[in-house]
């Protein structure tokens, strides 16, 4: 089973390979304070190593180890690297952990980033992945209705319906289909000229492996290249897909973008969340002390946050509104963490 993931999906290299350098990847110096950023991290590290240790090879526990670090890896950027949270680093560093870490929900601290936002990532990675997550989640309510109508014929004992399998196959194939294309497509529609690579196509596999036979069982065959037909006359706003705005066909995409990602827009001068930034996560509620910061940017920051937004979006506290349980059983974060924890032990 796990070789067969191991080896079946690039997706799944590419996000183990990540998770077993799994730091933020910003460079220290660059860091409001470089020294406590780097204590908070080698903290972290440390004690992720020694949680694993304490799994004894559970995939499981594993899992709830890489979101806890993930967790502090956050926290770290919160108190003390804050004036990087929206460069491209940290925005991948969060779209890692929503791979990693099945539980991990919105919101995110700086993620993703407000319009305009300074010190921002050329491409806006974290919308690129929000979209994903939300064509996810759209395609599994989508799924479910094609679901419950077969219950609701089996249970009427409607035979009449039941016959009808070849419509049922054809809606669970326009979910599929709109699914990826919603996901697939955000990499072009949202960061046109950048390299589609780099802005997260390859997050549609990530999130919602074709090669998770139990996510498609309507749809043993199904292939993203075979949408083309289904796309043509789907609408695919009124099965539910409502946070995309472009559905391309697969054999009908813009051309590629060429950029790499790169950070524009000046620099962050002031804690973006306040001193004080409290986020949660599962049953875990954080208060992180920003540190390093200069007392005249902080005395002027509400003047900072009115021209660095320039829309409403909130950088005020951010605190997860449900303390929804997670699904750890399976799931890519499971396989992933499953086999770091091999490899690590
Ligand atoms: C950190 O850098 C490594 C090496 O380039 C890369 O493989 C990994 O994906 C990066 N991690 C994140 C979270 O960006
Ligand atoms: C069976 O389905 C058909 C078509 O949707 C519908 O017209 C009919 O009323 C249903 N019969 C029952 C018993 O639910
Ligand atoms: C554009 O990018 C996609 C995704 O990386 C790739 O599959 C495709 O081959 C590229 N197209 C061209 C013309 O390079
Ligand atoms: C799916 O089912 C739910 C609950 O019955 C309903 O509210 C929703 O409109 C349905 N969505 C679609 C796209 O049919």
Redesign the pocket.
Known sequence: MLSKFLFSSAATLMALSSLANAQTNITEKDCASTSEYSKCNKDVADKWSSCLQGCNGDGNCAVDCGCNSHQQYINCMAESCWNQVYSCKYQLFVQQYFAVCPSAEEPIPFWPPPNNAPNRCSCDIGKVTQTTLSSRNQQIQCMQNVTDQISTDVSNINLSNLNNGLDIANRASDCACCGASASISAAWDICPNT???LAG?DMWGVFFPSNLPNLYTSLPNWAWSSCDSTLQDTKCQDLGFTDADKFYKPGD?P??GTSTLYNVGGTVTAPPSGTVLTWSQTSTTYTITATGYDIKAVASQSEYRATATGTDQAFATQTADSGAGAVRNGGLGAVVAGILAVLML
């Open positions: 390299e589609p690579t196509v995409f051309d590629n």
